[in-house]
């Protein structure tokens, strides 16, 4: 009872009825502007910090704990814990599988450069190319090249080459290259694979100039671009070919 008001209704001193204890009378139970409360209509503008669930009367979910830091809106309780790709900011948050496939199939073999056909949600490939170094040469359904070198071990000027970009936000992760390859009787009887994550240093256990297989990789990751080359080598004549035919396909995750 307030002794000063006698003979009135009441005395409205900034009771906040909308459960937040530091308030100032936000009246009628309105969410505090700043914080994440219990009153009706969440507004707040701060992120969830993974323990907190919306309890405002206009809110019409089921109310599951938050587990991310995705924005609350409050506009109605998460139906399920936020474990989406956005709560981390990738788009592409949690995918494995291919990242990058090229289709080879309708090439002339002599094309400067040919487009992907398909990059997972989160990552962005660029097209699949040849080292200035190589010459082009036909070769239906393929990208084809000769000029590679006799050496026993990769030259660092002759391969074939793309990137793969991450998405802002997204971390990618390279496991395997599937790739279907094919030398003539001159070209080379070897090839391995190598990133820029380490500026090319680690090349993979070398496969055959003509064969069809996945090659292992050491796992390169990272937020930025991430270059992939195709060697080949130990070719017993500069006119032998080397071709990347039908598929090639990078595999990896995204974080």
Known sequence: MCLL??????????????????????????????????GAGDSASAHDTGAPIDTGASDTGTGIADTGAAADTGAAKDAAADTAPSDSGCIGHGTTGALVTFDLSAQSGSEASAAPTSSATGVTGGTLSRAAALTAVSGSGSINSSGWPSTTTASASDYYTFTVTPAAGCSVTLTTLAIDASASGTGPTKGDVATSSDSFGTHTASFAGTSTGTVTLASPSGTGPIEVRVYGYDASGSTGTLRIENTLTLSGSID
């Not at 008001?5 to 459960?19: F, N, P, T």
């Open 5 to 38: 008001c006698l003979g009135l209704a009441s005395c409205a001193v900034g009771v906040d009825s909308g459960g937040d204890p530091t308030g100032a009378g936000d009246g009628g139970g309105q969410a505090d502007a700043s914080s994440l409360d219990g």
